[in-house]
Nanobody, 115 residues
Framework: VQLQASGGGLVQPGGSLRLSCAAS????????MGWYRQAPGKQRELVAT???????NYADSLKGRFTISRDNAKNTVYLQMNSLKPEDTAVYYC??????????WGQGTQVTVSS
């Protein structure tokens, strides 16, 4: 299984970005999908997850600004990020968990929020 993340970049504070992550390869069935992020000098932290039925979970600090969604037909997960702040600067990693409880990671996409 390969995950290809895209959509990162440089954005000004208050701006928006939409990340995408498409899974390909020998995919039997995907259960949860989601995103983590890692800022410089900090531990990786969970951003959001979404189940196969569409149930979502967010880091408390991000509720109301970030929205996770998925397209099961395309095996793709999205992260809409609004009202971005400099502290959102990080490398964002997508992941999927299959029906067999195997976890796969994307390569990471850099998000930089700066004026």
């Amino acid at each position: 299984v390969q995950l290809q993340a895209s959509g990162g970049g440089l954005v000004q504070p208050g701006g928006s970005l939409r990340l995408s992550c498409a899974a390909s390869g020998s995919i039997v069935s995907i259960n949860n999908m989601g995103w983590y992020r890692q800022a410089p000098g900090k531990q990786r932290e969970l951003v959001a997850t979404i189940s196969s039925s569409g149930s979502t979970n967010y880091a408390d600090s991000l509720k109301g600004r970030f929205t996770i969604s998925r397209d099961n037909a395309k095996n793709t997960v999205y992260l809409q990020m609004n009202s971005l702040k400099p502290e959102d600067t990080a490398v964002y990693y997508c992941f999927v968990v299959t029906r067999h409880l195997s976890t796969y990671w994307g390569q990471g996409t850099q998000v930089t929020v700066s004026s």
